[in-house]
């Protein structure tokens, strides 16, 4: 199992950068090329979502992004530090700012789940994860 580790500033900017290094490590890992376009969409939107969530929450922990090969399947995992509140709890800004920013996380989370058939998300008081995981097709097999 190989492991590619980023951790990026929470800056719009470095979004791209990390789709880059996700597109180019799945291919090396044996995600179909016809799926490439879904892993760099996805990730896009995963660490997007994760910059908007640090930037709202003031927190200036970088974004964590893992690019994981194993066997027979490539998963990617972007992890925030953005404590999710309890129910009832108010974000700062009133109940307004806090209703458009749960509205925008789940057309997020919606997204995501509409480019990729297996993902996993958490979320808890010391921030969250999402996990993203495609078939590989094992180097140097051709299909036909």
Do not use: N, Y
């Not at 890992?29 to 896009?44: F, K, M, Q, S, T």
């Not at 009832?88 to 509409?114: F, N, Q, T, Y």
């Amino acid at each position: 199992m190989a492991t590619v580790e980023l951790r990026f500033s929470a800056l719009p900017e470095h979004v791209r950068t990390a789709r880059l290094v996700a597109a180019a490590v799945a291919r090396r890992a044996g995600v179909d090329e016809a799926v490439l376009d879904e892993v760099r969409l996805a990730i896009g939107e995963a660490c997007s979502r994760a910059v908007g969530l640090h930037q709202s929450a003031g927190i200036t922990d970088p974004v964590r992004v893992a690019l994981i090969e194993e066997e027979k399947q490539f998963s990617i995992e972007v992890g925030d530090e953005a404590p999710r509140s309890a129910p009832g709890d108010r974000a700062p800004g009133g109940a307004a700012d806090a209703d458009m920013e749960a509205e925008e996380d789940e057309m997020g989370l919606a997204v995501i789940s509409g480019l990729v058939d297996d993902v996993e998300v958490t979320a808890g008081e010391h921030g969250g994860l999402i996990r993203m995981t495609w078939p590989t097709t094992p180097q140097g097999v051709a299909l036909s």
